[in-house]
């Protein structure tokens, strides 16, 4: 194979330091002799400017680069131009023009006695990463030469063998050559670093020889490389076992990226067992474990430990370091562990599945591979947990969490069963329990809080409630630009419009956590929430103020603000006196975000209209609410007191009124504890009032009873809870127990010149001018 090389040599040799602050970059350069190309190296200071100079320029001469005006440099190039086939020196001087300090470097140029190849291994896997192979020179010392090109002259270079291999470009790989071999890479020549990969199996040789006619006598580098497949073992570690189990090993294969695996046997690999070594008062002449060829499983006989190795059937794989193999242990069991997936944490959740693994260690702390005629018994509190599955040996469990509490899960290795059945129960059985803590999911309420945007940072909090878990949260905001929380669960509003999620992580195990939305929204509509618009005078209405925002994460694209107790409301009455406004707001609840408290000073209805203005936002909600005096019986009282057949018109006055805004709703209904024995019927007076409500009782049969006069208003869009006030009279109907005889005058104002008419006695004066009209009594 052609390539063109200009070589220069260095050799690295340790010499005494130069007194001073600033010095060479080589102390010694060692350069070899080539007549058809030319050698050079760069020669460097650390600092100050330096004029350059050679003793013997014939040899070796020296040129300034990167000069400046004053004549000096920091950096001069090394050339070698001896021709003569020995070994010569030439000093070259750098003098500091401003100290005078003078530094010192030896050029040697000497003849190559020898080459070498290097590379850090002599084998390579097909689809592998390229290896890099160098070539090193030496001279009769055995000095080694590091080789830079700076020109380049055709050779046949490094040549390889059989096909196996391939030799790439730099520049078809990732890997970064220094400057020189880009060079003549470019130009189609190659270096004394290349980098091949193999293209099949099997052994090659590489030579490489330097075709400079001064050194036709020098020998050929030669290295020979072993070219594999890239399969391995898996398990490719150590593997323990204990006595009477076995392990399947199988053979994986790398072919373009992708990991298949083998069918074994195979015409290419076999697997070997070597190196048995019998544990203490074992049976040296037994092996450790024994080998299924058909099955690729290894079976542990006794204690002790073997080595497991997989060969290539038609390469010679003696020395081959990178040959596939592993170390299988025979040990006793020293003692079980648990295991939990997801996480590590033994504080688990209602409600959550759970794959729970039993490990097995020997005395050592190792783990033990455990096969499928292990027997390990394995206990859950059926109260605590639901079995989903489980693995043959017992070793694997997939469990449900069902109740909070405290519990314990134990397990116990006790026995192996051979291949006919038979067990064989440990001389040494393990055992171990695990204390398990189970808890409620974590549920953070309300899950969804809305606030209404306020150009004033912090203009809301609310203490989000936590419930289930260990009691002991780690509080967390996803966006914190929209809201915070802190360690107490406390949220507060930002500055930034949008979403922000509250965690509330369990510090006994993060993997539990709840979870709320808070938004923060521009408010678009106002309302009031259905209520009671009645009240009695003296009484308080609760009028509760819905205010929503836009979303697009809810249905209809909007939602109830949480709370909104922080706008600056304006309130206006259609007609005053009827109630007055309190300070006092409503705190926000499920239904609405804050609200009015309207107390009733006097009978009659009001119009309350609520505005709410921010920039060129205008909100605005009107509710119409009613005051109304108590219902009370006025005539009688309390009791009427009536005859068979006769009658009592009473008087109740007060409670609601007709709804001013659907007046046909409004009623007023009559009952009597014995319907049979009482007639009882409305009557107008001749000055109509919603105020005074006359009923008319007649008695059917004599005895006593409770009458009821109930007033008030259908429910209806705008008094959807309307009021209704009830008053009794207790109705008495009997027999008189004796007459009373008294007069009625129709016109006191004239008989007042009667004395008699003062008079508290059994006699009735009568007017010679009318007709008397007496009035009968009964009692």
């Given amino acids: 194979m052609a390539a063109s090389k200009l070589l220069v040599l260095l050799l690295l040799i340790s010499g005494l330091g130069v007194e001073g602050s600033s010095k060479l970059n080589i102390p010694k350069v060692l350069l070899p002799l080539a007549r058809s190309t030319k050698i050079n190296f760069t020669l460097e200071t650390t600092e100050g400017c330096y004029r350059w100079s050679s003793t013997r320029p014939e040899v070796a001469s020296i040129q300034a680069v990167d000069e400046e005006s004053r004549g000096c440099s920091r950096k001069a190039v090394l050339q070698a131009l001896s021709t003569q086939p020995s070994r010569l020196t030439s000093i070259i001087l750098a003098e500091d023009i401003v100290t005078g300090q003078v530094l010192r470097c030896d050029a040697i140029v000497d003849i190559i006695s020898d080459i070498l190849i290097v590379s850090t291994t002599r084998e390579l896997h097909l689809e592998d990463s390229p290896l890099e192979l160098k070539i090193h020179a030496l001279d009769s010392e055995g000095l ?96 323990y076992l204990l006595a009477g189990t076995s392990i399947r090993y199988r053979v994986l294969k790398i072919r373009q990226g992708t990991i298949t695996e083998l069918s074994m046997p195979c015409d290419q690999y076999e697997l070997h067992l070597e190196n048995s070594v019998a544990g203490p008062n074992e049976n040296p002449d037994v092996p450790v474990a024994s080998l299924d060829q058909s099955t690729s499983t290894v079976t542990a006989v006794q204690l002790g430990h073997i080595n497991v190795v ?34 590590e944490s033994w504080v688990l959740e209602t409600g959550r599945l759970y794959d729970i693994t039993i490990e097995v260690f020997d005395k050592s702390g190792r783990k033990i591979y455990l096969s499928d005629n292990v027997r390990i018994d394995t206990g859950f509190p059926s109260e605590y947990f639901e079995l989903q599955e489980s693995s043959q040996n017992g070793s694997y469990h997939r469990v449900k969490a069902l109740k909070a509490g405290l519990t314990l899960i134990d397990a116990s290795l006790s026995a192996v069963v051979d291949d006919s059945g038979k067990i064989h129960t440990l001389s040494s059985p393990v055992h171990n329990e695990q204390d398990v803590e189970i808890y409620n999911p974590i549920v953070l309420s309300p899950s969804i809080l809305t606030f209404p945007w ?13 419930t289930g878990g260990s009691g002991n949260f780690s509080w967390s905001s996803s966006n914190t630009a929209v809201a915070t929380v802190t360690v107490k669960g406390v949220m507060t509003t930002n500055s930034d419009i949008g979403v922000s999620v509250v965690y509330a992580h369990d510090l006994r195990n993060p993997l539990h956590f709840g979870q709320m939305k808070v938004f923060v929204v521009e408010p678009v509509a106002m ?89 060129n936002l205008h909100l605005s909600a009107k509710i119409t609410i009613a005051a109304y005096l108590p219902l009370k019986a006025v005539d009688p009282v309390s009791v009427a007191v009536v005859t068979l057949g006769s009658s009592k018109d009473m008087l109740f006055e007060g ?121 009968i009594g009964c009692i």
């Fill in 144 to 239: 080694v030469f590091d080789w830079t090109i700076v020109k380049d002259v055709d050779v046949n270079g490094i040549s390889d063998s059989y096909n196996s291999l391939r030799v790439l470009k730099f520049s078809e790989s990732t890997y970064t050559p220094p400057a020189y071999i880009s060079e003549m890479e470019r130009v189609g020549k190659e270096g004394d670093i290349i980098l091949v990969s193999g293209l099949k199996t099997g052994h090659a040789r590489l030579k490489a020889k330097i075709q400079e006619p001064l050194y036709k006598d020098v020998a050929a580098a030669e290295v020979r490389l072993l070219i594999l497949e890239n399969v391995m073992l898996s398990p490719a570690h150590d593997v």
């Fill in 527 to 615: 309302d009031f929430a259905p209520c009671p618009v009645e009240a009695r005078v003296g009484l308080v209405l609760d009028l509760p103020l819905r205010i929503f925002g836009q979303m697009e994460e809810v249905e209809n694209n909007r939602a109830m603000l949480s709370d909104c107790s922080q706008f600056d409301l304006q309130f206006e009455e259609e007609n005053r006196g009827v109630f007055q406004l309190l300070d006092e707001r409503l705190a926000p609840g499920p239904d609405h975000c804050s609200g009015v408290k309207a107390k009733a000073l006097a009978s009659g209805y009001t119009v309350l209209t609520v505005s709410y203005t921010h920039g």
């Fill in 310 to 343: 997989l060969d290539h059937k038609s390469l010679r794989m003696q020395g081959v370091s990178r040959l596939p193999n592993s170390t299988l242990f025979v040990v006793e069991p020293g003692y079980l562990a648990f295991k939990i997936h997801p996480g």
């Fill in 655 to 775: 409670g609601p009124r007709p709804w001013v805004l659907e007046p046909s709703k409004f009623f007023c209904n009559l009952k009597a504890e014995d319907e049979a024995s009482v007639s009882l019927s409305l009557t107008s007076p001749s000055s109509h009032s919603f105020n005074q409500h006359w009923v008319r009782a007649t008695c059917r049969v004599l005895g006593e009873q409770v009458l009821e006069v109930m007033v008030g208003n259908e429910a209806s869009v705008t008094n959807p809870f309307p009021a209704v006030e009830l008053a009794v009279v207790k109705f008495v109907c009997a027999p008189p127990s004796r007459l009373t005889l008294v007069p009625v005058y129709t016109n006191p104002q004239l008989d007042l010149t009667c004395p008699l008419l003062q008079q508290n006695k059994q006699v009735v004066p009568v007017s010679n001018y009318r007709n008397p009209h007496p009035g």
């Fill in 454 to 466: 306020q150009p004033k940072i912090g203009a809301y909090q609310y203490k989000i409630k936590a």
